[in-house]
Each structure stands twice: as C-alpha cells, then as structure tokens.
Nanobody, 119 residues
Framework: QVQLVESGGGLVQPGGSLRLSCAAS????????MGWYRQAPGNKREMVAR???????NYADSVKGRFTISRDNAKNPVYLQMNSLKLEDTAVYYC?????????????WGQGTQVTVSS
C-alpha cells in the first residue's frame, strides 16, 4: 500500500509560478512511476508529467517547457514546478504512483490539490 499527500496548490495570476509537492509513505520501495495528473471541471483526468525509475520523464505537450517534475533521492517527495501558468492550467492536480508487485501493477492517487490561475 502507498499513501500520497499533496501540498502547494493555491491561487496565482497568469504568468506566475507554483510548486506542488507529493509525499509518499508505505511501500515506496516498490514504486516504479510517480507523476501528476489534473482534472478541470467537465474534462477528463489527464497526465501532466511523470517520472520513471531511472529518472526519465514525460510531459503533456501543453506543459512542456513550463513545468518540471523532479524528486529528491530515494524517490520521495516528488515535486512539480509550474512556471508561466496559464488560465487553462486551472484544475485539481492529483499525485499518482504506480507500484509493481511481481507482475501486477497497482495505482494510487492523492486527494488532490486545487490550482487556480486567475487575474
């Protein structure tokens, strides 16, 4: 089992920055992927960024060059640095972790943190 707790959301003006943090606890040694998803009202949940064991990263096209995912040693915590924020970045942001147990993968989600970009 893995528990995820996000922090760092809030209200910011367009062009501003925020940093989200995700702290994992539990069986973190078996986590293979950690990342961030977001969901705006009326939209499906979408992948924003993820970091895979070994350090490789993936980003949604809409955030490339503006957002950076990183983590401290030993995978925890994971950060999402968001720069040059736009109105369309407004959403609830969820931390995500994928744990591999043998040949089975389990997905875990945090409770979400609200990011609102508004002037």
């Amino acid at each position: 089992q893995v528990q995820l707790v996000e922090s760092g959301g809030g209200l910011v003006q367009p062009g501003g920055s925020l940093r989200l943090s995700c702290a994992a606890s539990g069986s973190i040694f078996s986590i293979n992927i950690m990342g961030w998803y977001r969901q705006a009202p009326g939209n499906k949940r979408e992948m924003v960024a993820r970091i895979i064991n070994g350090g490789s990263t993936n980003y949604a096209d809409s955030v490339k060059g503006r957002f950076t995912i990183s983590r401290d040693n030993a995978k925890n915590p994971v950060y999402l640095q968001m720069n040059s924020l736009k109105l369309e970045d407004t959403a609830v942001y969820y931390c995500y972790a994928e744990e591999d147990v043998g040949t089975t993968s389990f997905a875990y989600w945090g409770q979400g943190t609200q990011v609102t970009v508004s002037s």
